[in-house]
């Protein structure tokens, strides 16, 4: 059974950095295109970043510039970099993975204020 675990998530000013986790177990992560979105409150579900197996990125508007996914296969974990944090990137931040079936983590909270 496959799980992902994020970890990372947490309080930061305007302005400030994060890096999330995401740690896969169960499966062949390698082959899986790996995915982060968010969810704020009040807010439908949202596609921050992806990244295909062979490395492929794409990226939602608003991270382009500010935010890097990146994977390593070797420890199947992948992240979320995020820079110039804005209090409207305040969210549940939930990773997720897919090939022929998904699996989602629990989701981690990152919280932007003064």
């Known amino acids: 059974q496959g799980q992902l675990v994020e970890s990372g998530g947490g309080s930061v000013q305007p302005g400030g950095s994060l890096t999330l986790s995401c740690d896969a177990s169960?499966?062949?992560?390698?082959?899986?295109?790996a995915r982060w979105y968010r969810q704020a409150p009040g807010k439908q579900r949202e596609l921050v970043a992806q990244?295909?197996?062979?490395?492929?990125?794409k990226y939602a508007d608003f991270a382009t510039g500010r935010f890097t996914i990146s994977r390593d296969n070797a420890k199947s974990t992948f992240y979320l970099q995020m820079s110039g944090l804005r209090a409207d990137d305040t969210a549940v931040y939930l990773c997720?993975?897919?090939?022929?079936?998904?699996?989602w983590g629990q989701g981690t909270q990152v919280t932007v204020s003064s």
């Open positions: 169960g499966f062949t992560f390698s082959i899986y295109t």
């Open positions: 997720s993975v897919d090939f022929y079936v998904s699996y």
């Open positions: 990244m295909a197996p062979a490395g492929t990125t």
